[in-house]
């Protein structure tokens, strides 16, 4: 039973780690059309920023600093790397993407060196909770995503710039004939993105503090795979699917048998998943005409 | 380019590829000794070729993004391997015993296109993406868990290496072999049914192509062209370890995916028209 709860808590902070990895993927999937394939290394990039700006000795202008840096670096990514390509094919956008990664992969590992890096950030401890111990900083991650997932759904909801972005990702070309920036839009989406992203990689250095070059790599791809299994462009899709990913990657390591193959495990249920629901659980199917 | 009734466009990969490989072949038959750089650069070359082509098939001609090509390399680099590695002691390293295993690794790589393909072609475009990467995940962690005696588990397999003199003539000879696939593929009737698919999937529907069954056809076919060019690699990177007479290369899954991302740039910047 204890065993069980705590498996249940740890599967939850991990499944809000990587919500919010899948947030940045789905909202900029759902406005630009494309794959963000470097997302996953703007966490990387956030853990680097916290572990350089912890020199300071505080946790919080870290944090704060990391998450401003990181928001720089996704407005500049998306400035220099995609807007140029505005309207070139899909695969062309994702190869440049997929070089953005790479790019960032290198640049970390030249400038910070490829042994990984210990950052504490901050030492939460642990408490008993119906006999079971659990970790704060468990706690607090699934908090703070709970709180980011209902701050941005109301955001997107009731503020006039949440509804452009409705727009935009309805019909582009409809929005800015209604009299929306779409390129300020699309910034504006980077940005909330890449700062979700340096909070993720704050959470990752909660659960180990240490921080590497290709620490954003995995969690990078399994969070997208989380989006797609939500519907990608969803928000709540985002959160569904990334809760679910991390029960069971959590679930998957204590069962001893199959902990070797949980990436495998992980994988096949998102391609089981889109062969009963073609677009993920709470995507939109879109009729498409000649 | 026309010249009288010729395409030139058509033929101009043959005649380059097929002159080079006659030069650089002729002068190692004759007793010539490449150093082991332009060796390695020479199978690199050939094996890029291969994979842009078979990629830019997918890619380009059918228009479905496939981010999995680097999960069936895998498959087929670990059976053709494997293989290999169990035929070299009974027949000797010989011509016949690389065919056999290339051939294994192709089936391998095949029957590994049709058991994803069938399922993942209900989806479309980002979605059949995410799929396929996916499958490509799931292989490489498959593979990283195996035991040493089979596959070698997280330390790579370890295969025999063929000849590495003459490696680099079969690599082109199979660059040829699939130049000549793709691009008769791509001129018959099969090959203007995919770029009516590519086109308009709705369109070539109507005008009654079986559009799932073409799919598949292109999913399976660079499998089977793929998978020459992952022999070569696994049997091209002993170079890079050096060991002159061990004779063992480690196939290293988690490199798959690099391959993938530089061949589906090269394959949009020599795109075959």
């Given at each position: 039973?204890?065993?069980?709860?705590?498996?249940?808590?740890?599967?939850?902070?991990?499944?809000?780690?990587?919500?919010?990895?899948?947030l940045?993927?789905?909202?900029?999937?759902?406005?630009?059309?494309?794959?963000n394939?470097?997302?996953?290394?703007?966490?990387?990039?956030?853990?680097?920023?916290?572990?350089v700006?912890?020199?300071?000795?505080?946790?919080?202008?870290?944090?704060l600093?990391?998450?401003?840096?990181?928001?720089?670096?996704?407005?500049?990514?998306?400035?220099?790397?995609?807007?140029?390509?505005?309207?070139?094919?899909?695969?062309?956008?994702?190869?440049?993407?997929?070089g953005?990664?790479?790019?960032?992969?290198?640049?970390?590992?030249?400038?910070f060196?490829s042994?990984?890096?210990?950052?504490?950030?901050?030492?939460?401890?642990?408490?008993?909770?119906?006999?079971?111990?659990?970790?704060?900083?468990?706690?607090?991650?699934?908090?703070?995503?709970?709180?980011?997932?209902?701050?941005?759904?109301?955001?997107?909801?009731?503020?006039?710039l949440?509804?452009?972005?409705?727009?935009?990702?309805?019909?582009?070309?409809?929005?800015?004939?209604?009299?929306?920036?779409?390129?300020?839009?699309?910034?504006?989406?980077?940005?909330i993105?890449?700062?979700?992203?340096?909070?993720?990689?704050?959470?990752?250095?909660l659960?180990?503090?240490s921080?590497?070059?290709t620490m954003?790599?995995?969690?990078?791809?399994?969070a997208?795979?989380?989006?797609?299994?939500?519907?990608?462009?969803?928000?709540p899709?985002?959160?569904?699917?990334?809760?679910?990913?991390?029960v069971v990657?959590?679930?998957?390591?204590?069962?001893?048998?199959?902990?070797?193959?949980?990436?495998?495990?992980?994988?096949?249920?998102?391609?089981?998943?889109?062969?009963?629901?073609?677009?993920?659980?709470?995507?939109?199917?879109?009729?498409?005409?000649v | 380019?026309?010249?009288?009734?010729?395409?030139?466009?058509?033929y101009?990969?043959?005649?380059?590829?097929?002159?080079?490989?006659?030069?650089?072949a002729?002068?190692?038959?004759?007793?010539?000794?490449?150093?082991?750089?332009l060796?390695?650069?020479?199978?690199?070359?050939?094996?890029?070729?291969?994979l842009?082509?078979?990629?830019?098939?997918?890619?380009?001609?059918?228009?479905e993004?496939s981010?999995?090509h680097?999960?069936?390399?895998?498959?087929?680099?670990?059976?053709?391997?494997?293989?290999?590695?169990?035929?070299?002691?009974?027949?000797?390293?010989?011509?016949l015993?690389?065919?056999i295993?290339?051939?294994?690794g192709?089936?391998?790589?095949?029957?590994?296109?049709?058991?994803?393909?069938?399922?993942?072609?209900?989806?479309?475009g980002?979605?059949l993406?995410?799929?396929?990467?996916?499958?490509?995940?799931?292989?490489?962690s498959?593979?990283q868990?195996?035991?040493?005696?089979?596959?070698?588990?997280?330390?790579?397999l370890?295969t025999?290496?063929?000849?590495?003199?003459?490696?680099?003539?079969?690599?082109?000879?199979?660059?040829?072999?699939?130049?000549?696939v793709?691009?008769?593929?791509?001129?018959?009737?099969?090959?203007?049914?995919?770029?009516a698919?590519?086109?308009?999937?709705?369109?070539?529907?109507?005008?009654g192509?079986?559009?799932?069954?073409?799919?598949?056809?292109?999913?399976?076919?660079p499998?089977?062209?793929r998978?020459?060019?992952?022999?070569?690699?696994?049997?091209?990177?002993?170079?890079?370890?050096?060991l002159?007479?061990?004779?063992?290369?480690?196939?290293?899954?988690?490199?798959?995916?690099?391959?993938?991302?530089?061949?589906?740039?090269?394959?949009?910047?020599?795109?075959?028209?």
């Amino acid at each position: 039973m204890e065993a069980i709860l705590s498996t249940l808590i740890n599967g939850l902070s991990l499944g809000g780690i990587y919500a919010m990895i899948a947030l940045g993927y789905t909202m900029v999937y759902g406005i630009a059309k494309m794959l963000n394939f470097a997302h996953g290394d703007i966490i990387m990039i956030g853990g680097y920023l916290i572990y350089v700006f912890m020199a300071t000795n505080n946790p919080l202008l870290a944090i704060l600093l990391a998450c401003v840096g990181c928001m720089i670096l996704g407005v500049a990514i998306e400035k220099i790397a995609y807007k140029p390509l505005r309207g070139a094919s899909p695969l062309a956008v994702l190869i440049t993407a997929i070089g953005v990664s790479y790019l960032l992969q290198s640049l970390a590992q030249i400038i910070f060196g490829s042994a990984s890096k210990m950052v504490m950030v901050y030492e939460f401890g642990a408490v008993k909770l119906l006999g079971v111990t659990i970790q704060v900083s468990s706690l607090v991650t699934l908090a703070v995503t709970v709180v980011v997932m209902t701050a941005l759904t109301m955001f997107v909801k009731y503020t006039r710039l949440g509804r452009a972005m409705i727009a935009v990702s309805e019909d582009k070309s409809a929005a800015q004939l209604m009299g929306i920036n779409v390129n300020r839009i699309i910034t504006i989406t980077f940005a909330i993105g890449s700062v979700l992203a340096a909070l993720a990689g704050l959470f990752y250095l909660l659960k180990a503090p240490s921080v590497s070059n290709t620490m954003g790599a995995m969690p990078g791809i399994k969070a997208f795979t989380a989006a797609v299994i939500g519907g990608i462009g969803s928000i709540p899709g985002a959160m569904l699917g990334g809760i679910l990913l991390g029960v069971v990657e959590s679930i998957s390591y204590k069962i001893t048998v199959i902990a070797p193959y949980t990436d495998a495990i992980e994988f096949s249920i998102l391609i089981l998943i889109l062969l009963v629901r073609p677009t993920g659980f709470l995507g939109k199917k879109r009729r498409e005409k000649v | 380019m026309r010249i009288g009734k010729l395409k030139v466009n058509h033929y101009i990969n043959y005649v380059v590829i097929g002159l080079f490989t006659v030069v650089m072949a002729s002068i190692t038959l004759t007793g010539g000794r490449f150093n082991n750089s332009l060796l390695f650069l020479m199978e690199k070359m050939a094996i890029s070729i291969i994979l842009a082509v078979s990629l830019s098939l997918v890619v380009g001609f059918l228009g479905e993004l496939s981010l999995g090509h680097a999960g069936f390399m895998c498959v087929g680099a670990y059976l053709g391997g494997k293989v290999a590695s169990l035929l070299v002691p009974v027949m000797g390293n010989g011509l016949l015993a690389f065919v056999i295993s290339l051939l294994a690794g192709c089936a391998a790589a095949a029957v590994c296109g049709v058991i994803i393909g069938i399922p993942a072609l209900r989806l479309r475009g980002d979605y059949l993406a995410i799929v396929t990467l996916a499958f490509g995940e799931i292989v490489k962690s498959l593979f990283q868990n195996t035991s040493e005696e089979t596959f070698g588990g997280t330390l790579g397999l370890s295969t025999p290496r063929y000849n590495k003199y003459y490696l680099f003539i079969i690599a082109f000879i199979l660059v040829l072999i699939t130049l000549a696939v793709v691009q008769n593929f791509i001129r018959s009737k099969h090959g203007r049914a995919m770029t009516a698919i590519r086109d308009n999937e709705i369109a070539a529907r109507a005008t009654g192509i079986n559009v799932t069954k073409y799919k598949l056809i292109t999913f399976i076919i660079p499998r089977l062209l793929r998978e020459w060019r992952v022999y070569c690699t696994a049997t091209a990177t002993t170079q890079c370890k050096a060991l002159s007479f061990t004779i063992t290369i480690p196939l290293r899954s988690w490199s798959w995916w690099y391959w993938a991302a530089w061949a589906a740039s090269t394959a949009l910047l020599l795109p075959l028209h």
